[in-house]
């Protein structure tokens, strides 16, 4: 009978919303990065907010929401780029989509708390019943019991849901994706036949209400002066700290909003693990070689199972995988159609060298050989050839679902998307995300060219779970890489060097992401092709 892993129920501690904030503060916002790949990136933080809040996941919607408002309000509002006329218009629609979720943190804040706090005295009086029941040795220090307060929160992780063991639960999670992106495809297809516009869809899913920023948002130049941005960004915090008011500054009655809350979430960013966590180390790799800049760095080994360190790194939490083989933690997996993401969660199943969690990507094991076929006629030509990974958020963990193959310009040594317009209109009227990309190598070996350090660095500013898959069809090999954090994102991010192979400073600046990390191949696995390129079959 296949059996259902759970993971520690331990990752379930509920977080105050002080707590969360604090987490939904904790990212880096680096100016250098280009405008418009943070535009994406506050576009995926409401994306994953919808479907965490359609999973009943308060806390992880709590979080992106109020990361979405800081990243627009606290940084992109006052970017020098935002004046640009090309993202005047999205930046509007960025800043009305913070004061429509507004509404939603307030809403969220008592439910979050009230649950923080009964928590809180339930394991009070737990330890008060076991210091009764056992009390201390004469002599002893006297100390007040706080086993609890170590243990691991995870705002990702839902205190209502049993978090389960990513790669222990492949079936499940292949049988949890099928229904629930057939359902969500469904609902998409009823909504456009209805004639609904994506654009009042959206609307509709974001409360569609925006109060007082309409003044706001018409001045001159699109933006914001400095005394709105800080009123908005009080009205943000007001959330957290209770001080929200009927009426604003001006005397003015707030907006009601008599709307629901939305059925949408956002995703997590990776935090610290907390000490306790035992770490374990990877085999180091090989010393890896900085290349003269005429020369591509010497390719990782075929093997993806270790990582690019020449010095043994920090330590990395442990994966957390605890498998049953029966008792109460185990139980076989229900029929497809009784299956909910609301009553599972998947943990995260691997973490940046800084000890962040990365959720799991399930990745479909045939993408790659469908992607060599569609690309075998430009690698003949000695011609590289690119796509786009795209999929959904079920559970806390991503499934790769669409292979989209945009509009491209090719050499024997690059690839790079043209019309990201056209391609990003796709992914967001199919209500996808972009979790990473794959590429052909058509002479050379498995390995990440400095340009696709480059590229990449953009993908994992989006999402740090992005990964890049290379093929090398002519050695037979492949591989799925992700940058390092530290030190490969910032010496990436930082780096003003040009050319196809340039050497960087530090050497472990990539590393694999299949076995051991967040990636995990899982059979029967459904996805679709899109072939976006002028003139020719998805089939091609």
Not at 244 to 262: A, Q, V, W
Not at 269 to 288: A, F, G, K, N
Request: hydrophobic share 30%; aromatic share 8%; charged share 25%.
């Amino acid at each position: 009978m296949t059996t259902l892993t759970y993971d520690e129920k331990a990752l379930a501690r509920p977080m105050s919303v002080e707590q969360i904030v604090r987490k939904a503060q904790s990212f880096e916002y680096n100016p250098l990065i280009p405008f418009k790949y943070w535009l994406r990136t506050a576009g995926t933080l409401l994306k994953e907010a919808e479907i965490y809040e359609h999973e009943g996941n308060d806390q992880q919607t709590y979080l992106l929401l109020y990361r979405h408002a800081q990243l627009v309000i606290g940084n992109l509002s006052t970017n020098t780029d935002a004046r640009q006329s090309q993202n005047r218009s999205a930046l509007a629609r960025a800043q009305k989509e913070v004061n429509a979720n507004l509404k939603k943190l307030e809403i969220l804040k008592p439910r979050i708390n009230k649950r923080y706090e009964r928590y809180e005295q339930l394991m009070r009086e737990r330890d008060a019943r076991r210091a009764a029941a056992a009390p201390a040795p004469e002599n002893s220090r006297a100390s007040t019991p706080t086993g609890h307060k170590r243990v691991l929160s995870d705002p990702a992780i839902a205190d209502e849901t049993e978090a389960l063991a990513a790669g222990d639960n492949r079936d499940l999670a292949v049988k949890l994706a099928h229904r629930e992106i057939k359902r969500r495809a469904i609902a998409r297809k009823a909504t456009r036949q209805a004639g609904i516009s994506e654009e009042v869809e959206h609307e509709r899913r974001t409360a569609g209400l925006w109060g007082d920023w309409e003044e706001a948002l018409t001045s001159n130049d699109g933006n914001l002066d400095r005394d709105t941005l800080s009123r908005q960004m009080q009205n943000v915090r007001s959330q957290v700290d209770g001080s929200t008011k009927e009426y604003d500054r001006n005397g003015r009655r707030r907006p009601s909003f008599e709307s629901p809350i939305s059925n949408f979430r956002y995703p997590l960013v990776p935090e610290h693990r907390e000490p306790e966590i035992r770490r374990s180390l990877t085999p180091d790799r090989p010393p890896y070689e900085v290349h003269a800049a005429q020369q591509p760095p010497e390719p990782p080994p075929k093997h993806i199972d270790t990582f690019l360190f020449d010095e043994t790194p920090p330590e990395r939490p442990e994966k957390q995988a605890f498998p049953f083989s029966n008792g109460d933690h185990a139980s076989a997996i229900p029929p497809s159609s009784d299956l909910k993401p609301s009553e599972f969660t998947f943990s995260p199943s691997a973490y940046l060298e800084n000890g962040t969690p990365l959720r799991t990507i399930f990745l479909p094991p045939d993408l790659r050989h469908r992607f060599l076929a569609i690309a075998s006629q430009n690698t003949r030509a000695n011609l590289e050839t690119c796509g786009i990974l795209c999929g959904t958020l079920i559970s806390n963990a991503l499934f790769i679902s669409k292979l989209v193959i945009p509009d491209q310009e090719s050499t024997s040594d690059t690839c790079e998307t043209i019309n990201e317009s056209e391609l990003f209109d796709y992914v967001d009227g199919e209500d996808l995300m972009v979790l990473g990309w794959i590429h052909t190598h058509p002479t050379q070996t498995c390995f990440m060219s400095s340009r696709d350090l480059h590229t990449h660095g953009g993908y994992q500013v989006m999402m740090p779970e992005s990964i890049a898959i290379v093929c090398a069809p002519s050695k037979g090999e492949w591989g799925v890489f992700r940058l390092t954090d530290p030190p490969g994102m910032k010496t990436v991010l930082n780096c003003t060097q040009t050319g196809l192979f340039h050497p960087h400073a530090e050497r472990n600046v990539y590393t694999d992401a299949l076995r051991p990390g967040h990636v995990y191949e899982a059979k029967g696995l459904e996805f679709e092709v899109a072939d976006l390129r002028p003139r020719r079959d998805s089939g091609d």
